[in-house]
């Protein structure tokens, strides 16, 4: 008994050595890869000259308004746009930030305050950006700042972005509607009553189509019934309160443009990922926010961190669950090619802002395949879902509109895995294991506050 119990612990410690070994081989590898990737960036030290346009011509001193600038999408679209000779304003209240310090969370990188960020892309490109501080519900602030910068297109990113969020409880639900729905009628009085000829670029959501048995249609879908035809809004079917406080927004802005002659674009974008634009790595204080927890946390940078840090990835349900993707560097360029291509006065214009369609499983795959490959032990783990939603299903979704007008899309590829995983290495320590996995659940979300218990799941 004792032989046999002093062997099985001397088997258990060589194992533990061995792997030990194998994850500080990984780890030297992804360093000395991280090292050669920082010294490259380090050389950078201003951003090229104002790029061509899918147009053929820069910025040429198109003013744009960014609500929102100083988010995940909107911070990297204000850096992207102002390289290339537009005239930038950003239009944000810094409630991202405080959603962080009241529920615990941060990013993955250490972020510089919207202040430093301004004030060193000034020192670092030569390029100036305007910065108001204030929120757009707020409708004195917001006709101030147009009515001072009187931009050519508004960008509007100043929302709630997350399903999760606004199933907290009560409080969150009714704050991400009032904000979303009461925010967006007030740009569209602003443009209205302020500067008319300014084209709104809306950026929604594809979760707004849900995931019908049928394909998705960019905007509107021809429909033949009882030998009658008509062209229509394609059907909304929102899978959260913040999912629906997008399709209000988009149901007021087509009114808008019938009633008032707006020229409006509705991006339907899909998710997210990666960190990395040609701006955003020209100076340490100018990296953008990644976010990995449960709430707002995107499923493929989720999956990253989790693989970096020895978390298994956590796949909500069956995994079948397929959604539209993107590059953070496609949405910048879709973003550029909305403004340069502004929709008709009294126009509707809508874009599925995708560039490829996986599952969650598939991911998953990806993730794990690429992670291997640099000597990490990555395990995949179903956890009970926490929304409401169909877990295998049919998804095709249209959009080559955006193709059209001269996207040229960075397609998920293993290079992109990999970057993302040297990336997250370089910040792993700062990653709080505790918010990984999902604490919000669509079934328990009631009228009491839960501040305390949004973030870290119940044991």
């Known amino acids: 008994m004792c032989s046999s119990a ?10 533990a050595l061995a792997a030990s070994r194998v994850a500080k081989r990984a780890a030297a590898r992804i360093e000395r890869r991280l090292s050669a ?3 490259a960036a380090a050389t950078v030290e201003k951003p090229a000259a104002p790029a061509q346009t899918a147009n053929g011509g820069g910025g040429g001193g198109t003013r744009v308004m960014i609500i929102g600038g100083d988010g995940y999408c909107g911070w990297a679209t204000a850096l992207h746009l102002s390289a290339r000779g537009y005239e930038v304003c950003i239009v944000d209240n810094l409630c991202r930030r405080q959603f962080d310090l009241t529920l615990g969370l941060d990013t993955l990188t250490p972020i510089a305050t919207i202040h430093d960020r301004v004030r060193i892309w000034g020192e670092t490109s030569g390029r100036h950006m305007d910065l108001q501080i204030g929120d757009i519900c707020d409708w004195e602030f917001l006709a101030q700042a147009v009515t001072s910068f009187k931009p050519d297109a508004m960008v509007h990113f100043g929302e709630q972005r997350s399903a999760p969020y606004s199933m907290i409880d009560r409080q969150r639900a009714v704050y991400t509607q009032h904000n979303n729905v009461i925010g967006n009628i007030n740009v569209m009085f602003a443009i209205k009553e302020l500067v008319p000829d300014c084209h709104l670029v809306k950026l929604g959501t594809m979760g707004e189509y849900g995931t019908p048995n049928i394909d998705i249609e960019e905007g509107f879908i021809t429909i033949n019934h009882n030998g009658r035809s008509d062209t229509l809004p394609y059907p909304k079917q929102g899978n959260s309160f913040y999912h629906l406080s997008k399709i209000h927004d988009s149901h007021n802005i087509h009114f808008a443009t019938k ?3 707006l020229a409006a674009t509705d991006l339907n974008q899909g998710v997210v990922y990666g960190v990395r634009t040609e701006e955003t790595v020209a100076h340490p ?3 953008n926010r990644y976010d990995y927890d449960g709430i707002f946390g995107t499923a493929l940078n989720r999956f990253v961190v989790q693989a970096a840090v020895g978390h298994p990835l956590t796949v909500y349900g069956k995994g079948g669950q397929t959604r539209g993707f993107l590059d953070i560097r496609d949405t910048v360029r879709c973003i550029q090619i909305a403004i340069d291509n502004p929709a008709n006065k009294g126009e509707f214009r809508v874009f599925n802002q995708i560039t490829e369609m996986f599952s969650v499983n598939q991911l998953a795959e990806i993730v794990t395949r690429e992670a291997t490959k640099l000597g990490l032990n990555v395990q995949v783990q179903n956890v009970p879902n926490p929304r409401v939603e169909a877990e295998e299903h049919y998804y095709n979704v249209k959009f080559s509109k955006l193709q059209d007008l001269g996207l040229e899309p960075h397609l998920l590829q293993d290079s992109m895995i990999d970057s ?7 910040h792993k320590d700062r990653c709080k294991l505790e918010l990984i996995k999902p604490a919000v659940d669509w079934r328990k979300a009631g ?12 044991k």
């Open 6 to 15: 002093s062997a099985c612990r001397l088997q258990r410690l060589c194992c």
């Open 37 to 39: 990737s920082i010294n």
């Open 259 to 261: 009633a008032w002659k």
């Open 285 to 287: 204080a100018l990296i």
């Open 420 to 426: 993302l995983l040297e990336f997250v290495v370089q």
């Open 447 to 458: 009228v009491k506050v839960n501040t305390m218990g949004a973030a870290v799941a119940a």
